[in-house]
């Protein structure tokens, strides 16, 4: 956050405390789907979906196609609703991705059953005036529905227009829609009408869904629902004072002079404008709280900066955070900031959460991140371009040194594209084991012994084992594809053979010889053996022990997978309590297991699964 111009903090305990509040409407049997749709209003649908499932929605709702997509391509798994009307030419791919489309015509429902098996949820329009067979005709065309062999009707739903604050309507559209249902023969599994208004102000017994969006994000579609349910909003909208300045009277501040300097006064430059989302119709009326202090807007909001009256702050300073929205202050709620300019808490969440990265906390904590103008990977939608951009900044956001990231990228680059034609490189069963034992001979620190082994095609009669006490010195082993482990040793130990070595090097059943040279502030190994030379160019299983000491006061210690790997299980063994593992994985899955017992912790993926260069653990006690 140090170093981001804006930021979202998105606070899922929150999240998960407004679904608690949220179940206390509706009754008991009845499940929930959680709306993700336009990135979850901002709040980013992955991180979302994940809490949602843990807290247990049974499926989601998400906008169209392409969000849908998104989702189960970042590995979600439950039954993701498409809310809106899909288009004939995206059936192939809701087949193939398991989506479920909403059905408002017989054209597209038969088109459906044309092309393969599909669960579908129907629409009525029962008064929304929107998509959906008009409830008049909805019992016909269920019927012809039920005709499609290949189509199951898993949900029936209608979607309420003036729930906030039309009881008379919404009653008469529930009504509408209990007729249609008094018709059929046979219930779906699911039936459905609430939005998360709809649950608090208007309760039934007839639905056994209920579809959550705003009041999960926390957000009040009006002041009297804030006496109906206790909601915590999620979204904290963060910048810095990047500038102070001083302004005499009668000086302007801003395109078009819009605010005219009363007294002389000091204020501040946010380096943040209506391309992060910030609307330009909160120029000259927004507020933001710095140190504590409401301190307002003056002049219009540009493309990407704002000027902050700062009179009120004592002691303001160039680095100061701001914020921008969120709940610490009645001032800056989205509901106080959308009043200001008669705007809607949808649009302002989903406009700020699109451009800024978003730190995701849980009690407190920061646990995840997401960067800066989000891209993601998507199977059948990429230009190498584009594949290219995507993952640099993965990388670069994963590794933090842009430097690193620049070579790991290239390398990537290299095996998929350049290299297209020759054997690629990866590694098979990567299993690593760190274990801290207590050191008599140096109580500071833990004797550390590693154990690294993998498959692999064995490329030369030999490899090395590399060891810096710099990432710039250890830099340079990334480049060479003949050493196979790199330690990275602490600042305070010294660079010896008694503080780090290895152990024991195997490939296959050979124990290798190895050969040790100091030099240039690195350890080098060269682990080697006659006998490999026949063994150049087949699959190998490679065994590396190792060991050395690290500090007690470091307190984290990181392991990277820094090649193509098929299958990953690291495990870190030791007395201490409270260890926690913070995986940083890229990948198809971003969430290995992580498995913990009393002395170990450990975490792994599917044997099958692919994990790429960059990824790694952070081992936290
Ligand atoms: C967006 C949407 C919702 C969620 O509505 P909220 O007012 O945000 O709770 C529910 N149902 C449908 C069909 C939607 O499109």
Known sequence: MKN?????????????????????????????????????????????????????????????LQEGLLLRYQGIKIPIVILSPSLENEIEQILEYDLTPTISTIDFAAKLNKSGKCKIHINIDTGMGRSGFHYKEAFENINKILNFKNIEIDGIFSHFSSVEEDIEFTKLQSDRFEEVLSKLYLKPKYIHISNSSGVVTFPNKYTNLVRLGLLSYGIYPNTEMKN??????????????????????????????????????????????????????????????????????????????????????????????????????????????????????????????????????????????????????????????????????????????????????????????????????????????????????????????TNLSFSKKLQNDYFSVACAKTEADLEKYFLRNDVEYRWLLDNSIDLEEMFFNVTSVKVNDIELYNEMKIADGCIEIKCYHPDLKSLVGKEVKFSISTKTYYPKSSHQLSVYIIEMTQGVDISFESDLKNVEAVPIFSGKSKFPKILKSKNKISISTDKDEWIFPTSGVVFVY
């Not at 009363?262 to 000259?284: K, R, T, W």
């Not at 004592?314 to 709940?327: M, N």
């Open 228 to 449: 109906k349910v206790n909601l915590k909003s999620i979204m904290t909208f963060k910048s810095r004072i990047s500038q102070i300045k001083s302004a005499n009277k009668n000086d302007s501040i801003g395109y078009n002079r819009t605010f005219i300097v009363p007294e002389n006064m000091e204020y501040a430059i946010l380096p943040v404008g209506y391309a992060d989302g910030y609307d330009f119709l909160l120029s000259n009326k927004g507020k933001v709280v710095i140190n504590d202090q409401v301190c307002n807007i003056v002049g219009k909001v540009s493309m990407d900066m704002i000027a902050v009256d700062i009179s009120k702050v004592t002691k303001p300073e160039v680095g100061d955070e701001a914020i921008l929205l969120g709940d610490s202050n009645e001032n800056i709620s989205v509901e106080s900031l959308t009043s200001l300019y008669d705007g809607l808490s949808y649009e302002l969440l989903s406009q700020i959460g699109r451009r800024a990265k978003r730190y995701y906390k849980e009690n407190g904590k920061i646990i995840d991140s997401s960067p800066l103008l989000r891209r993601e990977f998507m199977p059948k939608d990429f230009s190498d371009n584009k594949l290219g951009n995507i993952i640099e900044s993965a990388i670069e956001q994963r590794l933090q040194s842009k430097e690193i990231a620049n070579l790991v990228h290239e390398d990537i680059l290299k095996r998929l594209f350049a290299e297209k034609d020759k054997d690629i490189q990866y590694r098979h069963n990567f299993k690593h084991t760190i274990k801290f034992e207590e050191s008599d001979e140096f109580p500071n620190y833990f004797l550390t012994s």
């Open 4 to 64: 981001d111009r804006s930021w979202t903090e998105i606070d899922l305990t929150n999240f998960k405390d407004n679904l608690i509040e949220l179940k206390k409407f509706f009754h008991p049997q009845a499940d929930f789907m959680q709306i993700v749709k336009a990135d979850a209003y901002g709040h980013g649908a992955f991180q979302i979906a994940k809490k949602a499932i843990e807290c247990g929605a049974v499926s989601l709702g998400v906008a169209n």
